[in-house]
């Protein structure tokens, strides 16, 4: 075989081994990031939130369960509606259920929770819930079950909790009833 032929072979083997590289780039760039520790399994953080985070956090998760499906979830069932709104990546769904406790309702019990959602915006458009401005969304109950619901006049604790009596407005207003 002679010299340019052995040179040209090389040439389209150079030239073919290209291509597939550039076919798999997907393929190099996982292995990139592979190398670079990106699949590497991540620490799962802990929830260390007070009563005021938890709230926020259980206000968003309303307020994103609204904007995809028209209207808030329905009160009954509301704790259920969310749950996946709230836990994120890198927490495992034990501590992202603590968002749902007021810590100051804890009474080392499984199942004690202690906030509820009002039924004024069960299965409602935010624009069909009147007094806007003056109604909690999420308040301190003193029905600590999952999926607690009611109005702050009713379930609200007698006396107040140690922390308070807290709720939080539509508008992410916290405010002490």
Avoid at 61 to 80: I, K
Avoid at 103 to 108: D, M, R, V
């Amino acid at each position: 075989m002679s010299r340019g032929k052995k040179w040209g072979i090389a040439l389209v083997a150079l030239v073919a081994i290209g291509v597939l590289v550039d076919q798999f780039t997907p393929a190099r760039e996982a292995f990139i990031l592979w190398r670079a520790g990106s699949f590497d399994k991540a620490d799962k953080v802990k929830y260390r939130g007070d009563l005021e985070d938890s709230l926020k956090k259980l206000r968003a998760a309303l307020m994103l369960y609204h904007d995809s499906e028209g209207q808030f979830p329905d009160a009954a069932g509301w704790m259920d509606a969310i749950r996946n709104r709230v836990r994120t990546g890198n927490m495992a769904d034990s501590e992202a259920m603590k968002k749902f406790m007021d810590p100051s309702a804890q009474t080392g019990a499984e199942g004690v929770y202690g906030i509820a959602m009002n039924d004024a915006f069960s299965g409602q458009y935010i624009d069909d819930v009147k007094d806007l401005d003056k109604t909690p969304l999420l308040f301190v109950s003193s029905d600590t079950k999952w999926n607690a619901h009611g109005t702050p006049e009713k379930l609200l604790p007698k006396p107040a909790r140690e922390a308070g009596n807290w709720a939080i407005m539509v508008d992410g207003k916290i405010l002490e009833l």
